[in-house]
């Protein structure tokens, strides 16, 4: 098992920026791959971007191409979301979201393929 904890959002206006953090402790970091989603209220929960457990590969929503980036440190059992330019429709709670790499080596889109889930952290983007 592997437990995430997200921490890093906050209040932004507008064209502003927050990176948000997703400490992972429990089983080998390596041995996962990651995902960022977000729900905002009234809506369901979105992929926003993944990473595979190399690094190496990285996916995004349309949305947020060129605005975010998603990278992971292994050795700190960390992975980021860096988001840049944002907009008041970003608002929502992000999560970070594990599935192991035997069972999901490309991140997916798909929120109910990840088994292991942060508690979220509120994102609110004043216009």
């Known amino acids: 098992q592997v437990q995430l904890v997200e921490s890093g959002g906050g209040l932004v206006q507008a064209g502003g920026s927050l990176t948000l953090s997703c400490a992972a402790s429990g089983r080998t970091f390596t041995s996962y791959t990651m995902g960022w989603f977000r729900q905002a209220p009234g809506k369901e929960r979105e992929f926003v971007a993944g990473?595979?457990?190399?690094?190496?590969?990285?996916y995004y929503a349309d949305s947020v191409k060129g605005r975010f980036t998603v990278s992971r440190d292994n050795p700190k059992n960390t992975v980021y979301l860096q988001m840049n330019s944002l907009k008041p429709e970003d608002t929502a709670v992000y999560y970070c979201?594990?599935?192991?790499?035997?069972?999901?080596?490309?991140?997916?889109?798909?929120?109910?393929?990840?088994?292991?889930w942060g508690q979220g952290t509120q994102v609110t983007v004043s216009s």
């Open positions: 979201a594990a599935v192991p790499v035997r069972r999901g080596f490309i991140p997916t889109m798909h929120k109910d393929e990840y088994d292991y």
């Open positions: 990473i595979t457990w190399s690094g190496l590969n990285t």
